[in-house]
């Protein structure tokens, strides 16, 4: 998938007992956890939600259970965000916005 044309958007999980409950484990065991249930988490709801090459996961954050991801093609980057938008367990899906 090229970088043109395309936008990047953040994406803000609901509440998470099992993200909770991974976060309060401070050893290296359970933030190795942590990452791996975030990245499987965000990935199962990109493919459930998402047309396969039409996006690119760049990073999941770890500290607020979001994740960003690079939408393509111009004319459907409005109805991906809004598909995100609507998906079961999103918060929020916000476009990033670069500062001058």
Same mark, same amino acid.
């Given at each position: 998938?090229?970088?043109?044309?395309?936008?990047?958007?953040?994406?803000?999980?609901?509440? /998470?007992?099992?993200? &909770?409950?991974?976060?309060? /484990?401070?050893? !290296? &065991?359970?933030?190795?956890?942590? /990452?791996?249930?975030?990245? !499987?988490?965000?990935?199962?709801?990109?493919?459930?939600?998402?047309?396969?090459?039409?996006?690119?996961?760049?990073?999941?954050?770890?500290?607020?259970?979001?994740?960003?991801?690079?939408?393509?093609? /111009? &004319?459907?980057? =409005?109805?991906?965000?809004?598909? =995100?938008?609507?998906?079961?367990?999103?918060?929020?899906?916000? !476009?990033? &916005?670069?500062?001058?």
């Amino acid at each position: 998938m090229g970088t043109q044309n395309s936008e990047l958007y953040f994406v803000f999980m609901n509440y /998470d007992p099992e993200y &909770q409950r991974l976060r309060a /484990d401070r050893t !290296k &065991q359970g933030a190795d956890e942590l /990452d791996l249930y975030l990245s !499987k988490k965000h990935d199962e709801l990109l493919a459930s939600t998402l047309e396969p090459g039409s996006y690119r996961k760049t990073l999941s954050l770890v500290i607020v259970d979001g994740f960003a991801v690079e939408i393509t093609e /111009d &004319q459907v980057m =409005l109805i991906f965000a809004n598909v =995100l938008r609507s998906a079961k367990g999103v918060r929020v899906v916000e !476009k990033n &916005q670069e500062l001058p």
